[in-house]
């Protein structure tokens, strides 16, 4: 009868072991996941604000502001099948040329419609709307899709490749001013 107790005894404390190691594992991998849902609600929350940052530097008419939220190694990659632009200081001629008169951009936003974080890359898709001014022309484009590709860098995320497309057909083009 001694050996049935100590036997009983045994097998409840091997099964009150077991199922401790058991909820120990599950505990452990709810916070992990919870932590990791917790860093990508972040992570994309960080991403929305990079792209609202780009517009606004742009609004601002801020060159140095615009060409700090890009990668060294940045491409760009223009609308209606013009070849990318890589690298830093090519983005910056591309954009901000100091022999061209300079582009003013009154309005400009953009909607994230779907952003994606896989490890220490983000991902977003979105719509925008733009008016600009250039050498007394101001031209809206009503409507337009973009994709921004962003690194981790540090504690933040820089743009590591953007590319966009809208319908020239729409635009609007009047003299600026009116």
Known sequence: MYLIEVAMKTTLTRNQSAMRMRLVTTLSILFAVSGTLADEASDIAALKALDQAYATEWKEGDADGVMALFTRDATL?????????KGHEAIRSFWFNPDYAPTVVPEWTRTAHEVFVLGDTGIVRGRARLVWEYEGTRTTIPESNYVMVAVRSGDSWKIRLLTWNDDPRTWIQEPAGE
């Open 77 to 85: 990659v223009p609308h209606h099948g013009d070849p990318p632009i």
